[in-house]
């Protein structure tokens, strides 16, 4: 099975910092995703990547998967407490073991 | 518009009584997932069905079944709910394959007693 290791485990920041959120994977990606989770709710998608050295933004926050298809960063430009949750990564149905952010106003 | 819908968004049981849960998609997906998620913890998969053909996890325990009568609907069964089997229970969709986007439906807390 897929198994996907996540740096760092939580992470608090002041609010206005950047931040990045890695993934690593024990096998070759074919399909990386992104989900953000807040507290007992469900899932919300934010990004796919397929392709080696693909990157991908969406309003500050910007994904890439490296060149070798392994591993996974997530970065989030100037942060506000609206970006505060779970990030998680996952594959092929498996999910990394979550980052929790924190962002102090 | 729901897409994923999971009924009910909390359940109590009793220790040892058992408790379905259910899931329905509006999406015409072929794959439909259950997970656990322990507080603090990424969902773990505990079962797919890719159309009818049912996929267990290898460390899934026997006291977790699913049902997958149609499309639309999928169904988990915890025959002898045990303390340890409280979490939230999510469940997911994706169109094709495996790797596909997930849709995830807003999930069912269950608590036992």
């Known amino acids: 099975s897929q198994e996907l290791e996540q740096s760092p485990q939580s992470l608090i920041v002041q609010e206005g910092k950047n931040l990045t959120i890695n993934c690593t994977s024990s096998k070759t990606l074919y399909g990386l995703y992104w989900y953000k989770q807040k507290y007992g709710e469900g899932l919300i998608f934010l990004m796919m990547?397929?392709?080696?050295?693909e990157e991908k933004s969406h309003e500050k926050i910007t994904a890439k998967l490296d060149e070798k298809k392994q591993q996974s960063s997530l970065h989030i430009t100037a942060s506000q407490p609206s970006h505060a949750g779970i990030y998680l990564c996952g594959a092929e149905g498996y999910f990394g073991t979550g980052t929790s952010l924190t962002v102090i106003p | 518009d729901a897409m994923v819908i999971q009924n009910p968004r909390y359940q109590v049981t009793q220790f040892g009584k058992p408790v379905t849960l259910s899931c329905s998609q509006t999406?015409?997906?072929?794959?439909m997932y259950w997970y656990q998620q322990k507080s603090s913890q990424a969902p773990k998969l505990l079962f797919h069905y890719y159309d009818k053909d049912f996929n267990n996890e290898a460390d899934t325990p026997d006291n977790f079944q699913s049902r997958r009568p149609n499309t639309s609907f999928c169904f988990l069964d915890i025959r002898s709910p045990g303390l340890g089997d409280a979490a939230m229970y999510l469940c997911?969709?994706?169109?094709?394959?495996?790797?596909?986007?997930?849709?995830f439906g807003p999930g069912t807390r269950l608590t036992v007693t």
């Open positions: 999406l015409n997906h072929n794959v």
């Open positions: 990547l397929q392709k080696g050295g």
């Open positions: 997911a969709t994706s169109r094709d394959r495996r790797g596909d986007e997930q849709y």
